[in-house]
């Protein structure tokens, strides 16, 4: 696991402060954390601290939970839907017309502004991150995972 590290117990703490203080979401989630050289933090299964890494090729493993870069947390897809049930604030509730839009790679017009990071939101459904800039609400959908009707 040459790309992949364990996170200190001090680093994941480091995290799940950004998280608390942006979106209010205070529980713990029992998993182990890894990053790469990147920034992304992934989660896996407690068991997985079993596993002989250092015998085994292993480019990436676990679920995505987020970017960690500049002292800033960009929740991805699933780390939404992790953490946003759970959130208090900082979260944009999008109508259906937009989520279509945002999915298909769009930016959105979004008449106010706000400096840092936002789970995206609409009904009961979380899929993703983003922040507006300029009144536009900026794309981080993944391209793999867009739709194009």
């Known amino acids: 696991m040459e790309n992949l590290r364990f996170l200190k117990s001090k680093e994941v703490k480091q995290i ?17 954390f890894l990053m790469d050289k ?3 933090v992934f989660i896996i299964n407690r068991d997985m601290e079993k596993v002989d890494f250092e015998s085994l090729r292993i ?3 676990g ?3 987020c970017e960690y870069r500049n002292d800033d947390v960009r929740l991805g ?9 759970k959130a208090d604030k900082n ?12 999915m298909k790679g769009n930016e959105l017009e979004i008449d106010k502004e706000n400096s840092g990071f936002l789970i995206l939101k609409n009904s009961n ?4 991150c983003s922040k ?18």
Not at 91 to 102: A, P, R, T
Request: charged letters at 30%.
């Open 16 to 32: 799940f402060k950004i998280i608390e203080d942006r979106w209010g979401f205070k529980d713990r989630l029992e998993h182990v």
């Open 38 to 40: 990147e920034g992304d």
């Open 59 to 61: 480019n990436n493993i």
């Open 63 to 65: 679920l995505y939970l």
């Open 77 to 85: 897809i699933e780390g939404s839907q992790i953490i946003g049930p």
């Open 91 to 102: 979260i944009l509730e999008l109508s259906d017309e937009q989520v279509k839009e945002y």
């Open 125 to 128: 459904n979380y899929f993703g």
């Open 132 to 149: 507006i800039k300029n009144r536009r609400l900026l794309n981080f959908f993944p391209k793999a995972r867009r739709i194009n009707q």
